[in-house]
Each structure stands twice: as structure tokens, then as C-alpha cells.
């Protein structure tokens, strides 16, 4: 598990290197191709994505991946105002999941995901992944559980978590909205949330602690 914020260097292990937000409104503006892989993630509003094939519009939580043969990439909001988040890295093919996600205090669920042992206040459900999972934080705060160790997150940080790595977001200061991206899918190659009671032991990789 690391944390990193735009502009740093990710640990050596982790298939994001970097991401960077682009706010939208007014001229278009050009999306750069700078690494091996590239993922645009509409994280609030909607924008219209151009490059050499064409244009499409993309509204908070869709997603495209950027090949530097279809570029020259740009993108605007028309007469409005959106944010993009641009992911860069170097994952494989086979990836999980995509997308926003918002959590806000509650009470928590005992049945669901994996038992704990630290006290909560929402129920989202401590779980694992057969891939890496990168979250950004986009809006709110509150404190992240990863395996033994819990630290606090504000915007602009970047959650970054190894295979098989039990994680959990057990408090909130403030509601939470964040982008997360669950990127090479090994081992078994299950989507979604793994639970030990319910799909067995996570294999979590010695390198990503």
C-alpha cells in the first residue's frame, strides 16, 4: 500500500505511475499521450472526447482508453463545465473495474464483506481484489484500512493497494466521492469484491506491503 498525489513518484510495483486532473470549460483542450497506457475518467460532468476517429460524449463515470494511434486526443464541455481524471501507467489487458463511487456515514452491515477487528461507522464491506485497485480521492475525507494499517485521506490523494490486500474506508469526516480503477486482473482473474468467507483465502502478493 502507498499513497501518492499527482505529480509524485507511485512505489515501484504499482501499475498506475501517475494521473493528473483536467478541468474543462471554455476551449478545448489537447489530452497529451505521455505513457505506454492511458485511461480518461469523466469524474464530474460531461465532455466530449475528439480524436482521429471521431468525437463522442462521455458523462461522469464513463471512461475511455486512449491509443496514441487514434490521436491527436482533445476534449471539451461544450458550454458547460466538467473534470476529467487521466490515468497513466503500464497494466495489461484483462482489467476489473472502472468508475466513481460515494459513500456517506451509516450504519455498518455485520454480514457483510469480511469480519473486523476496528470499529466502523459505514458499511462499506472490507474485501480484496485479484488485481491492484487505485482510488482517488475526489471529494471528501475520511480513513482508509488496508490490511493492519489505517491513515487518513483528503482530495487529490491516490490509495494505492496490492493484490489481495484486504481494504476498507471504516470512517468518513466528510462524505466521500472518489474514482477507483482495479487494474491487471491475476491469478484466478475474479471480478469484483472477494471475500475470504465466501471466495477463499486473497493471494496477496509479498512485494505489495
Request: glycine content about 12%; aromatic content about 8%; charged content about 25%.
Amino acid at each position: 500500500m502507498s499513497v501518492f498525489r499527482s505529480g509524485e513518484q507511485a512505489s515501484h510495483w504499482c501499475e498506475l505511475t501517475g494521473f493528473e486532473f483536467v478541468e474543462l470549460a471554455g476551449q478545448r483542450r489537447p489530452i497529451a499521450i505521455n505513457a505506454k497506457k492511458q485511461r480518461l475518467l469523466v469524474t464530474r460532468g460531461s465532455c466530449r472526447l475528439t480524436s482521429a476517429e471521431g468525437a463522442q460524449v462521455l458523462c461522469e463515470g464513463q471512461f475511455c482508453d486512449l491509443d496514441e494511434t487514434n490521436g491527436p486526443f482533445s476534449a471539451d464541455a461544450g458550454d458547460g463545465a466538467a473534470q476529467v481524471l487521466i490515468f497513466s501507467g503500464r497494466w495489461g489487458t484483462e482489467l476489473g473495474g472502472c468508475g466513481i463511487f460515494k459513500l456517506a456515514p451509516s450504519t455498518p452491515i455485520a454480514a457483510k464483506g469480511d469480519p473486523v477487528n476496528y470499529p466502523k461507522s459505514t458499511n462499506f464491506d472490507s474485501h480484496y481484489h485479484d488485481c491492484d485497485e487505485y482510488w482517488v480521492i475526489l471529494e471528501g475525507a475520511g480513513t482508509v484500512v488496508v490490511g493492519s494499517r489505517s491513515f487518513e485521506v483528503e482530495p487529490g490523494d491516490c490509495v494505492a493497494i496490492g493484490m489481495g490486500h484486504h481494504h476498507d474506508l471504516a470512517h468518513l469526516r466528510a462524505d466521500v466521492k472518489g474514482a477507483y480503477f482495479e487494474t491487471t486482473l491475476e491469478g484466478k482473474k475474479r471480478l469484483g469484491h472477494l471475500w475470504e468467507h465466501k471466495h477463499g483465502p486473497a493471494d496477496i502478493r509479498a512485494e505489495r506491503v
